[in-house]
């Protein structure tokens, strides 16, 4: 998020809450956690809660963890490193192998 998508949210904040001022050290802070969010996300959040809720949000309630890409690829290659741990894992343990298993 960048600063301007920042003040575009306060602007909200502030018009929806005209009585609740949010001192600049709170805004500091609020943009140092929110940096990482998607704007949209977050506009999202806002919007809900200024319909649904009287009292201003707090930024918990507006944070949203960035979430990480992953592939089916990627998630099949760690699926099938763990498919060979687990069975090496098995051979160890299940004692010698009898005659016909060889």
Known sequence: MTKNEFREL???????????????????????????????????RLDDHIRQ??????????????????????MLREWEKEGVARLEHIERWSGPKKPWER
Not at 14 to 39: D, I, Q, V
Not at 53 to 74: A, F
């Open 53 to 74: 809720h009287k009292y201003i949000p707090g930024v918990s309630q507006l944070y949203m963890s960035p979430e990480t890409e992953t592939t089916v690829l990627d």
């Open 10 to 44: 306060m602007n909200l904040l502030h018009l929806a809450y005209p009585a609740k001022k949010l001192p600049e050290t709170t805004m500091n802070l609020w943009f140092g956690l929110l940096r990482e969010c998607s704007f949209r996300e977050v506009k999202r």
